[in-house]
T-cell receptor, first 111, second 114 residues
């Protein structure tokens, strides 16, 4: 059974600092996704990672995938308040349509 | 505007009273899915559909039904709701069958079962 673990679950950081959110998964998968959710809102797709070594960047966020280690990271560079949100990783399960989410990382960026 | 539309946004009901949450997308997407979000548990997949008339169970399908008679619609049916189905529900769709494409989410339906 595929399990997805995110660390940390809560993250409070200062503006301008760097930090990394980790997403570990328990069995082989060929696809990994990152989503952002603002309080009281729906989810917004950030990145889709489909191969070992994939790296994608948008603004202050960079996501990478190591399929051998079953690990994805979401790196935040020089955080700003607007990045405050909950970030979820999701991993493709055994069948094509199955998707398993992590519990989410609630990020709070303080001035 | 490309979107996934869920209705209703908020629903309060009583135990045992059948209800349907509708989901419609206007992007000609093949793949659609339903999730529930509970505090501390993240999102859990209920059902998904790879195409018309093709549906499959996710991780928490008990107590739910779905149908996919048309490409654009994917309703979620609770035949006999119970309080443990109180949750925030999201519908999502994506273009391709392989789900390599990103998911587009609806605005969510907050369901309370008394």
């Amino acid at each position: 059974e595929l399990k997805v673990e995110q660390n940390p679950l809560f993250l409070s950081m200062q503006e301008g600092k760097n930090y990394t959110i980790y997403c570990n998964y328990s069995t082989t998968s060929d696809r990994l996704y990152w989503y952002r959710q603002d309080p009281g809102k729906s989810l917004e797709s950030l990145f889709v990672l489909l191969s070992n070594g994939a790296v994608k960047q948008e603004g202050r966020l960079m996501a990478s995938l190591d399929t051998k280690a079953r690990l994805s990271t979401l790196h935040i560079t020089a955080a700003v308040h607007d990045l405050s949100a909950t970030y979820f990783c999701a991993v493709g399960g055994g069948s094509q349509g199955n998707l398993i989410f992590g519990k989410g990382t609630k990020l709070s960026v303080k001035p | 505007e490309a979107q996934v539309t869920q209705n209703p946004r908020y629903l309060i009901t009583v135990t045992g009273k059948k209800l349907t949450v509708t989901c419609s997308q206007n992007m000609n997407h093949e793949y659609m899915s339903w999730y529930r979000q509970d505090p501390g548990l993240g999102l859990r997949q209920i059902y998904y559909s790879m195409n018309v008339e093709v549906t499959d169970k996710g991780d928490v399908p008990e107590g739910y039904k779905v149908s996919r008679k048309e490409k654009r619609n994917f309703p979620l049916i609770l035949e006999s709701p119970s309080p443990n189905q109180t949750s925030l529900y999201f519908c999502a769709s994506s273009l391709s069958k392989t789900v390599g494409e990103k998911l587009f989410f609806g605005s969510g339906t907050q369901l309370s079962v008394l």
